[in-house]
């Protein structure tokens, strides 16, 4: 029988964590102390939520294998797979009525494009938007995006079934797995401005763009006055 293991208080770890800085002083080094094991909590508390996550019951059955436009033609989503058991659909906010793409979503991905090799070691991992192929092919080939893979979702089904049913031109991310010779939805991020807090921009937890975890270390934080733009 497996047993559970028994966790030393945060607040031990971070008294024995032994860490000192040139001419700290004992308020800032008590306040760090304190703050140190608010953060070994949120990291156990992160890895329950994993948990929890990867232990969700089986999805629904995917409704049909929905057809997409790629850089190298038509595709079906079950052949985004590849030799992969999971499928991540990131959907970019790229529609055809958009002048040019979301911002926010473009830092996203600037970022993934980094990450791309090492996440495809586990999952296949692509990105969907609704603009024709050609339109988002021509603004990778602009940003630089030498790794990730886009496809254009030329009829809406797919975004109309697990993004918008008002086929809205909104972010997504969605989990597929493919077990038992059946594709299966895994997971969505469904937190949004319904869900958010007073006073914060809606987000997701965790959040999955690393530019908000690189400046919520700094003493200026997000802020509420910047987003990221596609030029500077």
């Not at 090492?118 to 990105?127: F, H, K, T």
């Not at 630089?144 to 079934?161: A, E, F, K, M, V």
Request: proline residues 8%; hydrophobic residues 35%.
């Amino acid at each position: 029988m497996s047993t559970i293991p028994q966790l030393k208080p945060a607040k031990d770890l971070a008294a024995a964590n032994g860490v000192r800085f040139p001419n700290e002083s004992e308020e800032y080094r008590r306040a760090r102390d304190a703050l140190l094991a608010e953060e070994i909590e949120l990291r156990r508390h992160i890895e329950r939520v994993a948990e929890q996550r990867r232990g969700l019951p089986a999805g629904g059955a995917l409704p049909k294998d929905y057809r997409f436009d790629g850089e190298n033609g038509p595709v079906s989503l079950s052949n985004l797979f590849g030799d992969k058991q999971t499928l991540a659909i990131y959907s970019y906010m790229y529609g055809p009525k958009r002048q040019r793409p979301c911002p926010m979503c473009t830092s996203l991905l600037s970022a993934w494009n980094g990450e791309w090799a090492d996440a495809e070691q586990r999952i296949a991992l692509v990105v969907v938007a609704r603009s024709p192929i050609e339109r988002l092919a021509a603004f990778k080939k602009e940003r630089g995006w030498r790794n990730l893979r886009i496809y254009s979702d030329p009829s809406g089904d797919y975004t109309r079934d697990y993004v918008s049913a008002e086929d809205a031109d909104m972010p997504a991310f969605n989990v597929f797995t493919r077990r038992d010779g059946g594709i299966r939805h895994f997971w969505s991020g469904e937190m949004g401005p319904g869900t958010a807090d007073p006073g914060q921009d809606p987000r997701g937890a965790p959040d999955l763009m690393p530019i908000w975890t690189i400046l919520d270390s700094t003493p200026e934080g997000r802020g509420s006055d910047w987003y990221p733009k596609l030029n500077y």
